[in-house]
């Protein structure tokens, strides 16, 4: 069973909307959570991480974590067609100490 | 901050030689390195974790003696594919941990892309 599932999608939303992109997570002992974004033919590309109960923000991106409801999301405001990507979710428990990602999730922003 | 680079971006090579991929954390010191490889729209690989100084750790299923991973120094480690053929033709990618541990922050480089003709 993979632990770190998401919205598979693809998602589109036009462009100026809020994208959401949703990621559940299986492992309790997951301490640090990622999301990555993957332009296609490129390396995934660090855009926020959260360790605590709550929201982080950063510029139009903001990153919800619940570890009650093992729940990650990424909220993107004003999205752009630049944001077209595929977002991969991680998480980090400390006995694995490598990073456990989602299959990714397909965004596209309309023009 | 966080730049990690590699080099080459992109090699070719002939069927039965062997490629040696270089990955550099240019501004933070990595006490750890990882190699992935990525097919087209397939998921990140993970193939071997290196820590400084120490033994590569590698996945199941991945061939140690084919691909060599040395991590001589906190901001060098190297992939070697050796005797390569074309079913290593794939996109490779490192990361590097920063020596703070507290958080795991894990940062990509490029990737360098190789073709076996």
């Known amino acids: 069973q993979k632990e770190v599932e998401q919205n598979s999608g693809p998602l589109s939303v036009p462009e100026g909307a809020i994208a959401s992109l949703n990621c559940t997570y299986s492992d309790r002992g997951s301490q640090s959570f990622f999301w990555y974004r993957q332009y296609s033919g490129k390396s995934p590309e660090l855009i926020m991480s959260?360790?605590?109960?709550g929201d982080k923000e950063d510029g139009r991106f903001t990153a919800q974590l619940n570890k009650a409801s093992q729940y990650v999301s990424l909220l993107i405001r004003d999205s752009q067609p630049s944001d077209s990507a595929t977002y991969l979710c991680?998480?980090?428990?400390?006995?694995?100490?490598?990073?456990?990602f989602g299959s990714g999730t397909q965004l596209t922003v309309l023009p | 901050g966080a730049v990690v680079s590699q080099h080459p971006s992109w090699v070719i090579c002939k069927s039965g030689t062997s490629v040696k991929i270089e990955c550099r954390s240019l501004?933070?010191?990595?006490?750890?390195m990882f190699w992935y490889r990525q097919f087209p729209k397939k998921s990140l690989m993970l193939m071997a974790t290196?820590?400084?100084?120490?033994?590569?750790?590698?996945e199941q299923g991945v061939e140690k003696d084919k691909f060599l991973i040395n991590h001589a120094s906190l901001t060098l480690s190297t992939l070697t594919v050796t005797s390569a053929h074309p079913e290593d033709s794939s996109f490779y990618i490192c990361?590097?941990?920063?020596?703070?541990?507290?958080?795991?922050?894990?940062?990509f480089g490029p990737g360098t892309r190789l073709t076996v003709t």
């Open positions: 290196s820590n400084e100084g120490s033994k590569a750790t590698y």
């Open positions: 501004d933070f010191q990595a006490t750890t």
């Open positions: 990361s590097a941990r920063p020596g703070q541990l507290v958080f795991y922050e894990q940062y």
């Open positions: 959260i360790y605590s109960n």
């Open positions: 991680a998480s980090i428990s400390g006995s694995a100490r490598q990073l456990t």
